[in-house]
């Protein structure tokens, strides 16, 4: 009885990660599709997610859990040292500083980036028989239709704007925005470049564009900015609130890499959207 007791002492003090994987809460939103949203049945899912997801999987010892949150709150999660985590910030070491002297980045480190988010200009190819190499000055007397309270298009386009060289109208749906562009009302829009091609699928699949007549093509005609995404980690308490941290950064950026040599990263965004398919969007 006193060996049996050994023998299986021994093996539970030789097996703890299969019993206490250690919990890492990561603070993201639930609103922006396909980067991090919820599918039909209320699952957590999108680019973000799954990629996160898939590389913590292959991390033995850990486990992930989300804390969805308005993006405001999550940055204040991650500030106070409350969050482990906040997924998928851009790179912000130079400007999300404590409020404490001396300031200093409140997340730290990054992880290797994990998508490249794109803004670009999509146009009706109808207005594209001259080139319009130069943005926002080639498309002097275009008319723009925007997502009201998207403020992506920049500083020079607003300046246009206000100089009424460009005309803009403001729309509080996307939806509506596509489908003007569709109609031809309108010459092109200045839009985040996933999250376009994936409500124009969404549309596609519900047949809602179908009853359009008289619907003109539309193209991505230029690149204005590009900005990766990254798992930032809280940078606050670190020591004593996430010991593990370092050895988590290091392991979870092996896979990330393994990810992005293999090409698993592109599968995972193109489960989502295949953007290759639609870059002239037509019903």
Not at 143 to 149: E, P
Not at 154 to 162: E, L
Request: proline letters at 6%; charged letters at 25%; glycine letters at 4%.
């Amino acid at each position: 009885m006193y060996k049996m007791s050994l023998l299986l002492l021994g093996f539970v003090m030789c097996t703890p990660l299969a019993y206490s994987a250690q919990p890492v809460e990561i603070a993201t939103y639930d609103v922006l599709p396909p980067y991090a949203y919820r599918d039909e049945q209320g699952k957590l899912t999108g680019v973000y997610i799954e990629i996160v997801n898939t590389a913590i999987s292959r991390m033995p010892g850990y486990s992930v859990t989300y804390n969805v949150l308005p993006w405001a709150r999550a940055k204040v999660s991650v500030k106070h040292g409350k969050a482990f985590a906040i997924l998928p910030p851009y790179f912000h070491a130079h400007d999300w500083l404590t409020d404490t002297e001396p300031k200093r980045p409140y997340i730290w480190p990054y992880s290797l980036p994990l998508y490249t988010q794109k803004d670009v200009v999509i146009c009706n190819t109808e207005v594209m028989t001259q080139p319009r190499k130069s943005y926002p000055e080639d498309f002097e007397g275009l008319s723009f239709i925007m997502w009201r309270g998207d403020g992506r298009a920049g500083v020079a386009f607003d300046n246009m704007v206000s100089e009424k060289r460009i005309k803009v109208t403001l729309v509080d749906s996307i939806k509506d925005k596509i489908k003007l562009l569709l109609l031809g009302r309108f010459d092109c829009t200045v839009t985040s470049k996933l999250p376009f091609y994936w409500d124009v699928a969404q549309l596609k699949k519900s047949e809602k564009l179908k009853p359009l007549k008289k619907t003109v093509q539309l193209k991505q005609v230029a690149v204005i900015s590009k900005n990766d995404g990254y798992l930032g980690y809280s940078d606050i308490d670190a020591e004593k609130n996430f010991p593990y941290k370092k050895d988590f950064s290091i392991k979870f950026d092996i896979e990330i890499y393994k990810m992005k040599q293999s090409g698993e990263l592109d599968d995972i965004v193109s489960r989502f959207v295949n953007v290759k398919d639609i870059e002239l969007v037509s019903p």
